[in-house]
Each structure stands twice: as structure tokens, then as C-alpha cells.
């Protein structure tokens, strides 16, 4: 049986004058539509039984309209930057002043959809305001969520979580443009959008007891006893990461478009992500990863070095580390007491200064473009959200709200 893909709206195959089959392997996108429309199912034995190409996913030409805007419109050639989302309010102005006379460029802020969640989007502009004032770049964090988003934890907002799935597409869109024109209306204009926070598992699950396709899950639970069908899941996180960009085009041209994952550490483990994104033609400008000594399996600075690959396999976008931080004390746990034993640098304000340094230099080695974004700078008490000692050793201020001598790493001379 045989479908014109170009019946199907939004049209899901563009071959000018050429004719096209729903079955055709080079189209998942309509191979998706063909199951969840039609019930049909096309089996050529393209799609192993994990649901995943048998195949590499051939690489796609970069973009152009993306190549240029990677090469032009940045406001640094390279972010040297630090996450405020946990700056109080009131010491907004003072905290982005400090940070730019330590030769901070850029800040990046997280923002969640529930208007009265801790990262609400009024918030955040009261802090890009002040960014803005210290004539820091504003780079924007969207979770879409009403709280942290992380590999195991994308969960739905609350306004969203009944939305059918090309409702919730078309609310993604909606919601990205609008919160940027919220910022431009405040005469910001932002140097970045991130599309999600560490999508390296999809981003906008299904609820429990939902059908899966009604979010974008790529690996199941372990304990999920439903049958997964991890091609249709990235098809649909390919329709959400297309329409979170585009919501982001239509408001702005000027603003770079990040993914994130959490494979800082793991550079295979990045590019197998990276080269499904290839097979989906997605339209993105940089690649955003975290990488946390302390939380990643290897997070050491050889292995930092080895994200060289990455920039070489796509010279058109540019590569961040998105995340990071380091303890400047040992940290006291539920039961224990983490130390420095084995660990690369110690954990005292030397070790987060070397630490920093040695991060940055290897970063603005691997290539043009590249920077560094330091989370939790400001996650000093329980003022913003609740806080533990894990988050508070990361800081980059002292309880005084002095800078540790660490700040300092991003105006020196590497």
C-alpha cells in the first residue's frame, strides 16, 4: 500500500518533482504518521527490534541560514559565563556587576512555564535586566517544565500534561516565541536559546499510564512493562525540538539555538545523539554539554579534550560546555562526607581556581567558538529554592557573597 507523503499536513516529505513513498526508510517522520494515522506499519527491516536504525544515520548537509548565524551574530566569540538563576533579587545588580569585573561576559538562566514556580519567566527577566545593566550576554535555559529538567526527570507542566501530541508541538512553538518576544519587549535580546535542559532522553514524557506517544521518551523506565517503540519517540522529539526552533526563528533571528545533553564526559555517547539529530535535518546552531567532576563517570580534563571530535564532526555549530562546576570545600552528605581522595584538583578555593582555569583553556582549545557556563554560582542558601551542601560547595561566592578567588580564572590571561 502506498501513500503521497505530501497529502499529509504538515507535509512530512519535500521532493520537488520527484515521487515519494510513506514506506521509505528515508522517511520516519512519515513511517510515524503512517502507524499513529492510518494504523498501518511498513516493516523493510530498516528499524532493528530495539526500534533503532540498523544503519548509521547518513549525515546531513549543515544548514547555511544556521553556518552564518554561528559565525556572525554572537556577542562574544566565546562564552565565558556563569548561571545566576539562584541570584536573589536583590542583589541581581550587584552580583552581574561583580561577575563582569572578573571578566565574566555572559550569564544563562533557566526558566520554567509555571508562572509561580521559583524560575518564572518574570523573575528572569528581572535578572537579565540587571545582566544586561553590567553588559553581560543573556543566554536562555527553557525546560519546558514546571521544574528541573535532567535525564531522568522531563516531566510535563502541569497547564500542558492533557494537551493530544500536536497540540502539545504547537504549544512548544507557541511558548518559545512568546517568551522571547517577552524578552525583546524588555529590550533584551537574547545571544541564546537552549531547547530543553539535558534532552539526552527526550524531553516532554508522556504521563504514567499515557501512550507513549504522547510525549517524547526515548529509553523506557526500567520497571516499564509497556512495549517502547524508540523510533516513533524520536520522531516526536524531532517535531518538538523543529517547532521549540521555530517558535525561536519566528521571534528572533539574532539568537543562537542550543541542545543540551548531559554527555560532557562522554563524547561517543553525545555524537550517537548527535548523529540521530543529522538523520532528522534538525535546525540548530550550538551544542550544549554538562560536565560535572564530581557526577559523570571520567569527568577529568584529559577527557574534556576528547569533545575535540565532536567540533570536528561538525565545524558549522558551535560546542559548550553548558554546565560544570567544582566544590572550592569538602561537602557534607546525607551520611557522609565527600572529600578530594583520587580526585584531579582538591577540594579548597586552589583546587575550583585550577579547576576553572584548566576547564577553560582546554574548552577554548578545542575550537573556535566554544565556551564554558558555570552552574550553581550563586546557590548560596535557600533564598530562591531549597538548597544542600552539595550545591553549595559549587559556588562561586562565599557566604558573605564575596567572590572566591576561582571567579577571577575567567578574566586571566590562559
Known sequence: MRLDAYRLVPAVVRHAGA????????HPRARFYCRLLLGLDFDDGTYGSGGYPNVEPAATEPLRDSAARHQSQCV???????????????????????????????????????????????????????????GLAVCLTLHYSDTWADPGTQVKPRSWAALPI????????????????????????????????????????????????????????????????SADQWVILSEILRAATAGAREATDSALVSVH?????????????????????????????????????????????????LCSSRPDK?????????????IVGHDRVYTDTEREFPFDTRGQHEYLRSALSTVRELSTGCGLFWWGACFLDDSVEPS??????????????????ALAAFGEQL
Open 318 to 330: 558551535r560546542l559548550l560546555i553548558g554546565e560544570t562546576a567544582y566544590p572550592f570545600r569538602p
Open 261 to 309: 545533553l548531559d554527555r560532557g564526559a562522554d563524547a561517543e555517547g553525545a555524537e550517537w545523539w548527535l548523529r540521530y539529530a543529522d538523520h532528522f535535518d534538525l535546525d540548530y546552531d550550538a551544542v550544549s554539554l554538562s560536565f560535572y567532576p564530581l557526577a559523570h563517570d571520567d569527568a577529568t580534563i584529559a577527557r574534556l579534550s576528547k569533545l575535540e571530535a
Open 76 to 134: 562574544s566569540d566565546v562564552f565565558h559565563g556563569v548561571d545566576v538563576s539562584h541570584c536573589p533579587d536583590r542583589r541581581a545588580s550587584a552580583v552581574t556587576t561583580t561577575l563582569a569585573e572578573h571578566g565574566v561576559n555572559s550569564v544563562r538562566l533557566s526558566i520554567w512555564v509555571d508562572g509561580r514556580s521559583p524560575m518564572n519567566l518574570a523573575r528572569a527577566i528581572h535578572l537579565a535586566l540587571a545582566a544586561r545593566s553590567a
Open 388 to 405: 544542600v551542601d552539595y550545591f553549595r560547595a559549587h559556588a562561586l561566592f562565599d557566604p558573605r557573597w564575596r567572590p572566591l578567588p
Open 166 to 229: 500536536r497540540s502539545l508541538i504547537e504549544e512548544v512553538r507557541r511558548y518559545t516565541r512568546d517568551v522571547l518576544i517577552e524578552f525583546l519587549r524588555h529590550g533584551i535580546r537574547p545571544a541564546m536559546v537552549q531547547i530543553g535542559n539535558e534532552i539526552t532522553n527526550g524531553m516532554l514524557w508522556a504521563e504514567p499510564g499515557q501512550d507513549p506517544r504522547g510525549g517524547a521518551r526515548l529509553h523506557p523506565a526500567a520497571d516499564d512493562g509497556r512495549e517502547w517503540n
Open 19 to 26: 515521487e515519494s513513498s510513506i514506506g521509505n526508510s528515508r
